[in-house]
């Protein structure tokens, strides 16, 4: 950059030359010459010049500012459909109950949680028997003992109906093997101290009492049963209050609350909690009945239907009845699967354990499969309204 005094600077050093060439002829004094002293000047302002340009540090030269390309919009990928078997009946297929997708895949995907194929068989024990079994749904106490002994042979685990619910509402963790031991009906201390206590002691195991609640109780019996419970092992449920008629859609109102809320009554009166599951009596259910159940706050129900194991969000149900198993009542009408939970009887429910554990292993094996899909359609879908997958907490 030239300094602004170069131009007029130059300018007199070169008026200065003309005028000393228009001077007349004197001996000139002894002074300094003019085209020196122009000389000298012009040197002075080139160098003024150059420290001026070196003082100034260069413009930059002016770039377009980027302008972002826009976010590509990520499409959720279709989830796959429900795990089927072929193991189950025909008529028999898997129902799901919780109809928010989101909710349900952060459930199965937290690490804290039970892993994906974690199975439950409910067992209904109803009467056990010392010897020859002559009435339906009985069975051997020798049979019961080797049915059990199977079970944890083949990595069972015996839970209690808090767990199963747990399990089946948010799929808190459980054993990826899990039985529900569900004797029906009132008994006598001797009764589970006999058949039920040595699998606590040895394994643990817990075992849930159907419990009926109305007059119809012998007083010994109750008072053995709330001496017993405090131990804790004995989970006591709801299995009505006079039991004898079962419930469905052509009871009146004053029976239903009776059977459901005189179970809640009796059951938080001597034994001091409220129950979370009703075994329907005769396995007798409908609509209105699990519509005043839910309104009382019971969270499960339980059928006769040994239609297979359930799994989160999965449970085994039909829409019609079958003629070929004509006392099996259609479950499908209902539409609340967690209140319609089928069972295995005793006497049946060892030839079962291969196939149900064969379904844990598929299950799990689909869910790996489709692992990678359901993560993607969460973290396109999910993540914004219900945060990412948790991590495992040690």
Known sequence: ???????????????????????????????????????????????????????????????????????????????????????????????????????????????NNSAPGTVVMVVMIHWITSGVPDQLYQINAGELRKLLENFHEQGFMAITMEQLAGFLETNAKIPSRSVLLLVDDTHHSQYFNKHFRPFYEKYGWHVVNAWISGPAILQTTRDENTALAPEGWIDYQAHG????????????????????????????????????????????????????????????????????????NWVPQTDIKDEQRPYFIPEGPINDPLMTLPRYIDIAAGAHIDEVRVIGKEAAAYAEQNKAVELEYYDIVCVPGYGPIPTHVP
């Open 1 to 111: 950059m030239k300094s602004k005094y170069f131009p007029i600077a130059l300018s007199l050093a070169l008026l200065g030359i003309l005028m000393t060439a228009c001077q007349p002829t004197t001996p000139p004094e002894p002074t300094l010459d003019p085209a020196q002293i122009a000389v000298e000047a012009l040197a002075t302002i080139q160098a003024e010049y150059t420290q001026t340009a070196q003082a100034v540090p260069p413009t930059p030269l002016q770039t377009e500012t980027p302008i972002p390309s826009p976010t590509a919009i990520r499409t959720p990928p279709a989830l796959p459909s429900i795990y089927q078997s072929a193991i189950l009946h025909p008529q028999d297929t898997p129902r799901t109950y919780t109809s928010d997708t989101c909710q349900y895949l952060n459930a199965k995907w937290d690490p």
């Open 241 to 312: 209050y006079i039991h004898n008629t079962p419930m469905s859609n052509a009871s009146s109102d004053e029976f239903l609350f009776g059977e459901l809320q005189g179970s809640i009554s009796d059951l938080q009166e001597h034994f001091n909690k409220t129950p979370i599951a009703i075994i329907w009596p005769g396995g007798g259910f409908g609509e209105r009945p699990v519509q005043t159940a839910r309104d009382l706050g019971y969270r499960l129900g339980f059928t006769t239907n040994p239609r297979g194991p359930v799994m989160f």
